[in-house]
């Protein structure tokens, strides 16, 4: 990013000297997410990040349809840059069915199939749950919905460059990317959208990123994205990561005995993620008496309020144990070191009973 900051610093819509270095960085930076993606280049609509993908996807794919009250399928656990598209949606009348989850965060692909209708125009269906980790089943939902001839989007926000996101395997039209989850910058992301899909601009213009999205292209931010992305293609971090998380889980368990829940699924969980009820403590009380640790006690977007989370409170989570949750996040960075250092203020901060 550093010489697009002082040298090249043109709009990449120009055709002088100025304009091409920059034009070559977004394109570049195109390639480079969709090598990470398995997609063209040309299905790679860069946006501001990953709400602004999720709002398009929904958004866009309602209004291509033009049909009267059409029906979209999402998931009770979805990140709210889902979930309140879907109420806007929803006042401007479209239908939306809300899909449970079992007591692990996961989707049955079988409700999927027996919430479509005639009139159903979309189901979007996260890769990854923030708050927990859960992957979700989108390969089986995508052959439900490719029979049905529905489209199928999935924000994949919080799984790109964690583990396998290749569009192809997946079966998804659309996907959302935010360069922040994957180590890259913040206020970018981007959209995949599978060629052919039909999808009316969210932002209207000069018809930029191929008529997908107007505006003059966050060249900085773009590269940024599409470096993160290239770094993004080699996951043997994750075995590190994955080994860490379940040696704190351990001990956890160890310390603190019936006294520590899991909250998301055992297996099928992203390899750096770690959600924990502390049973009969306060998440945010814990957090709080260590600053040192960037942890949270619900998704960091909204992990400010006193609610309990609507993630876990769809997972049948009993609100007690919901007060006590913490998600412990592990990046490329994280060491053996790091763990023990968080045990011992664990330990400080809230000792385990006698």
């Known amino acids: 990013m550093v010489p697009l900051l002082a040298d090249h610093f043109g709009n990449p819509s120009s055709a002088h000297w100025a304009g091409l270095p920059a034009a070559q960085a977004v394109a570049r930076a195109r390639a480079q997410l969709a090598a990470l993606l398995g997609c063209s280049p040309g299905e790679v609509v860069f946006t501001s990040g990953g709400t602004e993908a999720d709002n398009a996807a929904l958004k866009g794919v309602v209004e291509a349809a033009g049909r009267e009250r059409p029906h979209l399928i999402t998931s009770a656990v979805e990140h709210p840059a889902v979930l309140e598209p879907c109420r806007y949606l929803e006042g401007r009348g479209a239908d939306v069915t809300y899909l449970p989850v079992d007591g692990t965060g996961l989707v049955d692909p079988d409700d999927v199939a027996r919430a479509l209708r005639p009139a159903t125009v979309l189901v979007s269906v996260m890769h990854a749950n923030n708050e927990v980790g859960t992957i979700e089943p989108v390969a089986e939902i995508a052959r439900v919905t490719r029979e049905a001839g529905v489209l199928l989007h999935s924000d994949a926000a919080q799984s790109v460059g964690k583990v396998p996101t290749a569009v192809d395997d ?75 998380r379940d040696l704190l889980w351990a001990e956890l368990q160890d310390l603190y005995g019936e006294a520590v829940g899991l909250n998301g699924h055992p297996a099928l969980r992203l390899p750096n993620t770690l959600n924990v009820s502390f049973l009969g403590r306060d998440g945010r009380e814990i957090l709080a008496a260590m600053p040192e640790v960037a942890a949270s006690t619900g998704s960091a977007c909204h992990s400010g309020g006193a609610e309990p989370s609507p993630v876990l409170a769809a997972m049948g989570v009993p609100r007690d144990a919901g007060a006590g949750a913490v998600r412990f996040s592990l990046g490329r960075q994280t060491t053996q070191r790091d763990i023990e250092r968080l045990l011992a203020l664990l330990r400080a901060v809230a000792p385990p009973a006698a």
Do not use: I
């Open 170 to 244: 997946l079966g998804v039209d659309l996907l959302t990317v935010a360069a922040h989850k994957l180590c890259g910058p913040k206020g970018v992301g981007a959209l995949y959208v599978r060629e052919g899909t039909r999808l009316e601009p969210f932002m209207h213009g000069a018809g930029h990123e191929g008529g997908r999205r107007a505006g003059t292209e966050n060249v900085l931010l773009d590269a940024g994205l599409g470096a993160a992305a290239e770094l993004a293609r080699d996951l043997s971090w994750t075995v590190e990561a994955r080994r860490l």
